[in-house]
């Protein structure tokens, strides 16, 4: 179930979030440091970042909302395009590339019936799915980040496995 | 040759507490910065570190010591201590295995080397792909406040210190220093121009001492034990032991420390060698940026020197490991996505080479390349690769080594594509 | 001060100065595309690369505009080298610029164009699909950016930023999908945006009021000065036809830098509106009729004349405007006060808003002019404020306007109906004109030359960029005909560079400058008036 807690509504910072971004800005002799943090915590919270926090959040920090855009956009993790209630990076930089991450996404996107070069989202808003440049867990290639969880030594027959997983998990 | 780790940043990492205040304090924690703290001027210790000649974990193997020396001496602005724990050269997670196994040691580190630098607050820049070390480091800051080791006057000795780990979100060039403090400032990971250089102009406009992870977590022991004694560990040109990160096609991938100067091929062996009988076809021994090894290349001394002499990187040990079954060229289009990919798109050079060879390769593997898009492949990178020169950042030479070192090496595989009008590997 | 030698030539600068700036002091131009004067150093398009010989660094080349000169150092910017540098950026700027010259507004004056020629090579080796990016992107009422020509050499977001004070512009996404852009549902507010258009070094924004208008390469271009309010802003009138086409600005370190804001640069459509005098007119049986000009002057004279003969000048009141040229109101002075001995002297004040870069709260060009030169009036006489008053009172029978009206003042312009006689001297027929008893056709700033004293005492040339409409002339023109109506023995002054010389020997605070040293295409065009400074 969807949240109220989950939709923005523009008032910015959202009262709940109000004292852990105050918290964050304290750590800095400037406003604007606290920006990429912040964002990371409202994509967290409402997975991507919703167009009517920017001018608030421009506001909250001394800055332009121009600034906050151009932020926003060099920042792979960042993303103006709701993403599914899981997300799954999977990575298909040279490591994982050479252990087979070409065939996990392949099975993935079967299994889901979503592009990840099309940023797509399941239709019941479940999952999305994004390529990855190196996630820096090569060791365990080819790998996979998911709702802060990683998954390691990941094959096309695994990834049924971590879907479930997921799911079990809840939002 | 059989090999043995020698495991001093890694230390006690298999147990399941390793990262836990009360390990590393049994385990000697600590006792480092009380002693720069209670025992040695702040001169002594930046005196110390350089005698140790702690080289850059980071990739570029420049002297620690050294570095700290740049700060200005006459200053009014604070000073600040950003440390690099982004991580995201591909092959690389040895800052990872310090930050979520050991995230005291790193600590450690930063607060000797901010009471060196007379810096009252750090930054440690984890990326964001790293929840699980940002996680164990914020506790570790939590605990090493709690007992006193971080804060206000530190352990009674009128020193304070503050640490904070900021986040990345996702963006390669923030690994390079300047693009890391642009994104600590709340702004695009752009790097900047040099001169100024950041230990007269970095954070916050403010003098800055950039070190890695890496780097940082060395010097708890050579304050502990003194230069001396580090540098008996590993070789003259680099002193000390080195996380090795190998991934690829060997039987263990994993993260290894050993003494600099070990044998590449012994590396390798240790992770189990080659996997499932295979043939070795390349190592890549410096992260994804290093020049690639052929077989009979790779018998040589792991330094910052050797390899160079190689005609490699040392870089940040990030050790691929390619077997018989790849193909190069679709292998240098993965490395070309990934950095076309990852420029921050400043500099004409980088914007454009990149995203140019990027093409043209991968017109090659697909088949549809010409013998003078071969030549041509390798005069994008040349075009673009500038020491320096041609770029804001060294992001561009990154992006030039591996298609000058596959081309090169691998000519007559970039050749076959084109003759076989497609990949001769199957692949 | 380091001593370095840039291509043979040596040269010595202050500590601090780079290469590019050195280079252009030897008269060396090193092309450049992010780098811009008035802005900070980016570094980013590469294309200033030149060969360091001495001291000795990692790399043949690097760029100059971030490069300090030091002493003995060794520069070559035409080596092979540094050549082989530029070819390779120019190549991977054009890569993916789509190459629309013959469309695009920029050409004749488009930096990659001009680089291309001295640098480039002469054939493209991309055979790859071009990036697609946003095009016709409305940044604002008046400018509209196409991504595909932007070399993203962030000049436009620097000139927001540290310039216009607000970082309304942004890079967006990286790597060869940057671009620029304003925020969601906002558009370039700073009244000084337009700048951004002609810093862009290619096509990539253009202006919608000047797009498509001319090929520049047809335009001619007149330095003059804006006089939309007492700045006065250094430009150039770029006319084609007999009719502007554009206004832009013109670099001048003591006035305006290198901007000029958008009201200025917008605000010359009324010099081609369609209520331009084009004949003088008087009245006849209540009505005015087309008149010819001397004939005209000769009847404003006579007006006059009668007036002061019959009741002396204490009934006559002068309103001169601030907006002519220091010429123009010295000679309305010496008409007015020297012959008729007029004392109820006065400008029109004009203000707005002002802020604390170029824009003054004075919208008046030429006020300090106006006040140096003694329009004002003298203890106990009517000024503009007790005008309608002392009309009323009959203290005023007869007034003369020297390009300027009361049409902003109903009660004034009410008090016009019941005056003896009225001669009114302006471009246009304003509601005062209509009322007056005979009307010289003036010209605006863009038909004339002279000079204006800006708020700080800069004293800049206007030139004629068009020919004035009919047979109306250069106010000076016609005061000049006052001038020797009323005095026929005296050799007639009606060339602004003798009125100037005439003016600096009247009032002391012109004196020492020459009018000669005022007109340069390049240089510096404004020279202080001493007695302003203090
Ligand atoms: C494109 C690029 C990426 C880099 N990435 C990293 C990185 O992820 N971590 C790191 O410590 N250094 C990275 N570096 C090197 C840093 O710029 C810098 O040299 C280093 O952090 C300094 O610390 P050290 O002297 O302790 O090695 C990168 C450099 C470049 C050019
Ligand atoms: S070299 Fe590439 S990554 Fe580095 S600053 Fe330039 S464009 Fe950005
Ligand atoms: S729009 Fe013009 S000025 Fe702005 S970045 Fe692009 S090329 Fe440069
Ligand atoms: S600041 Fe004043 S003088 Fe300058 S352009 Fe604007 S209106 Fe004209
Ligand atoms: S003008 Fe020097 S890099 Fe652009």
Same mark, same amino acid.
């Given at each position: 179930m969807e949240t109220k807690m989950g939709e923005a509504n523009g008032a910015f910072p959202p009262e709940h979030l109000r004292e852990r971004f105050d918290a964050i800005v304290a750590r800095y002799p400037r406003r604007t440091a606290a920006l990429i943090p912040i964002l990371m915590a409202i994509q967290e919270e409402y997975r991507h970042i919703p167009r009517e926090h920017i001018e608030g959040l421009a506001e909250y920090l001394g800055c332009t909302p121009a600034h906050v855009l151009g932020v926003i956009?060099?920042?792979?993790?960042?993303?103006?395009?709701?993403?599914?209630?899981?997300?799954?990076?999977?990575?298909?930089?040279?490591?994982?590339?050479?252990?087979?991450?070409?065939?996990?996404?392949?099975?993935?996107?079967?299994?889901?019936?979503?592009?990840?070069?099309r940023g797509e989202v399941t239709p019941d808003g479940e999952f999305s799915l994004e390529t990855a440049e190196c996630l820096g867990l090569c060791e365990q290639a080819p790998c996979i980040l998911a709702d802060g969880i990683r998954f390691g030594d990941v094959t096309p027959e695994t990834v049924g496995r971590i879907i479930d997983e997921l799911k079990s998990r809840g939002a | 040759m059989s090999i043995t780790e020698r495991r001093i940043l890694l230390h006690g990492i298999d147990r399941e507490d390793s990262a836990a205040i009360d390990t590393y304090l049994a385990?000697?924690?600590?006792?480092?910065?009380?002693?720069?703290?209670?025992?040695?001027?702040?001169?002594?210790?930046?005196?110390?570190?350089?005698?140790?000649?702690?080289?850059?974990?980071?990739?570029?193997?420049?002297?620690?010591?050294?570095?700290?020396?740049?700060? @200005?001496?006459?200053?009014?602005? @604070?000073?600040?201590?950003? +440390?690099?724990?982004d991580e995201s050269e591909p092959g690389t997670f040895k800052d990872r295995h310090i930050m979520e196994r050991r995230p005291h040691l790193l600590l450690e580190g930063c607060l000797i080397t901010c009471y060196a630098i007379g810096a009252r607050t750090g930054y440690i820049y984890v990326r964001g792909e790293f929840p699980h070390a940002q996680a164990a480091l914020e506790k570790a800051i939590e605990e090493a406040r709690e007992r006193g080791y971080l804060?206000?006057? &530190?352990?009674?000795?009128?020193?304070?210190?503050?640490?904070?780990?900021?986040?990345?979100?996702?963006?390669?060039?923030?690994?390079?220093?300047?693009?890391?403090?642009?994104? &600590?400032?709340?702004?695009?990971?752009?790097?900047?121009?040099?001169?100024?250089? @950041?230990?007269?102009?970095?954070?916050?406009? +403010?003098?800055? &001492?950039?070190?890695?992870?890496?780097?940082?977590?060395?010097?708890?022991?050579? &304050?502990?034990?003194?230069?001396?004694?580090?540098?008996?560990?590993?070789?003259?040109?680099?002193?000390?032991?080195?996380?090795?990160?190998v991934s690829g096609h060997v039987e263990r991938p994993g993260a290894y420390e050993f003494e600099c100067g070990v044998n590449l091929k012994d590396v390798i062996e240790y992770a189990g060698g080659v996997w499932k009988g295979r043939k070795l076809k390349a190592v890549i021994p410096g992260g994804l940026s290093a020049h690639v090894l052929l077989p009979d290349e790779i018998d040589v001394a792991c330094d910052f020197g050797s390899l160079a002499r190689a005609g490699t990187i040392m870089g940040s040990c990030g050790v691929m490991v390619l077997d018989e079954t790849v193909c190069m060229v679709r292998a240098l289009q993965n490395a070309l996505e990934f950095f076309s990919h990852e420029s921050c798109g400043q500099c004409t050079p980088c914007r454009e080479g990149t995203d140019w060879a990027r093409k043209v390769v991968t017109r090659i593997e697909a088949g549809k390349g010409t013998e003078a898009d071969v030549d041509k492949l390798y005069e994008i990178a040349d075009n673009y690769e500038g020491m320096g020169g041609k770029t804001i950042c060294a992001l561009a030479d990154a992006a030039a080594w591996p298609v000058k070192s596959y081309v090169t090496k691998f000519r007559e595989e970039f050749l076959m594509h084109v003759r076989q009008g497609r990949c001769p590997l199957g692949g | 001060m380091p001593t370095l030698t840039i291509d043979g030539r040596e040269i010595t600068v202050e500590p601090g100065t780079t290469v590019i700036r050195a280079a252009e002091m030897l008269g060396i131009h090193i092309p450049r595309y992010c780098w811009h004067p008035g802005l900070s150093i980016a570094g980013n398009c590469r294309i200033c690369q030149v060969e360091v010989v001495k001291p000795k660094l990692r790399f043949p080349c690097t760029v100059s505009c971030n490069l300090v000169a030091s002493d003995g150092m060794e520069i070559l910017t035409d080596s092979e080298a540094a050549r082989k540098a530029r070819a390779d950026v120019m190549e991977f700027l054009l890569l993916n610029h789509p190459l629309d010259c013959p469309i695009c507004d920029q050409a004749g004056e488009c930096l990659l164009q001009e680089y291309s020629y001295a640098v480039g090579r002469d054939k493209s080796r991309f055979d790859e699909e071009k990036v697609h990016k946003s095009k016709r992107v409305r940044f604002s009422e008046e400018i509209v950016y196409d991504g595909e020509r932007c070399i993203l050499c962030t000049r436009c977001v620097r000139f927001m930023k540290e310039v216009a004070g607000e970082e309304q512009l942004a890079v967006v996404e990286r790597g060869d999908h940057a671009e620029i852009a304003v925020a969601y549902g906002r558009e370039l507010t700073s009244p000084y945006s337009m700048n951004i258009v002609d810093l862009c070094p290619v096509g990539a924004l253009t202006s919608a009021d000047f797009r498509f208008k001319s090929r520049v390469w047809f335009l001619t271009n007149v330095p003059s000065t804006c006089t939309s309010c007492a700045r006065g802003c250094s430009i150039t009138v770029g006319a084609r036809w007999e009719k502007i086409q554009r206004l832009t600005p013109r670099e001048n370190p003591d006035v305006n830098r290198w901007w000029m804001c958008d009201h200025g640069r917008l605000n010359w459509k009324y010099v081609h509106a369609p209520d331009r005098l084009g004949k003088a007119l008087v009245k006849d049986a209540g009505r005015l009729a087309p008149a010819d000009t001397d004939e005209a002057v000769r009847r404003a004279h006579q007006l006059v004349n009668r007036f002061v003969t019959k009741r002396g000048a204490d009934g006559l009141f002068g309103l001169v405007s601030a907006r002519l040229t220091n010429e123009e109101i010295f000679l309305a002075r010496e008409y007015l006060a020297g012959v008729a001995g007029v004392k109820n002297l006065d400008v029109r004040p004009r203000t707005g808003e002002g802020d604390d870069f170029l824009i003054t709260a004075d919208k008046n060009p030429n006020s300090l002019g106006a006040s140096l030169i003694g329009i004002a009036p003298e203890e106990g006489a009517v000024g503009l404020e007790g005008f309608a008053e002392a009309v009323k009172a009959g203290r005023i029978r007869g007034a003369v306007f020297f390009g300027e009206d009361v049409d902003h003042d109903p009660e004034a312009l009410a008090a016009l109906d019941s005056l003896e006689f009225l001669v009114v001297m302006d471009y246009h027929l304003t509601e005062t004109a209509r009322k007056a008893d005979v009307v010289l056709p003036g010209v605006t700033w863009a038909e004339k030359e002279g000079t204006i004293t800006n708020v700080d005492g800069w004293v800049s040339r206007l030139n004629r960029a068009i020919r004035p409409p009919g047979e109306a002339r250069p106010d000076l023109s016609l005061l000049g005909g006052l001038l020797a109506a009323a005095r026929p023995e005296e050799e007639g002054l009606d060339r602004p560079e003798a009125v100037f010389e005439a003016l600096g020997k009247a009032v002391p605070a012109f004196a020492g400058i020459r009018y000669a040293d005022l007109y340069s295409r390049s240089g510096r065009v404004a020279v202080k008036a001493a007695a302003a400074a203090d």
């Open positions: 956009t060099f920042y792979t993790m960042l993303s103006q395009r709701k993403r599914g209630r899981h997300h799954l990076y999977v990575c298909k930089t040279l490591s994982c590339h050479l252990r087979g991450a070409g065939e996990v996404l392949r099975a993935l996107e079967e299994k889901l019936g979503i592009r990840a070069d | 385990d000697g924690g600590y006792r480092a910065l009380e002693k720069a703290l209670k025992e040695m001027q702040p001169s002594e210790v930046v005196a110390e570190v350089a005698k140790a000649r702690i080289r850059g974990r980071g990739g570029a193997g420049f002297e620690a010591g050294r570095k700290w020396g740049f700060l @200005p001496k006459q200053n009014e602005k @604070p000073v600040y201590l950003t +440390c690099n724990g804060g206000g006057d &530190i352990l009674g000795t009128g020193v304070s210190i503050d640490l904070f780990v900021h986040t990345g979100a996702g963006a390669y060039v923030c690994g390079e220093e300047t693009g890391m403090l642009s994104s &600590i400032e709340g702004n695009r990971g752009n790097p900047r121009l040099k001169p100024p250089f @950041p230990a007269v102009e970095g954070l916050f406009r +403010c003098p800055t &001492i950039v070190n890695n992870v890496e780097t940082l977590s060395n010097v708890p022991f050579v &304050i502990r034990e003194g230069a001396e004694e580090f540098l008996k560990l590993g070789t003259e040109d680099t002193p000390g032991t080195r996380i090795f990160c | -």
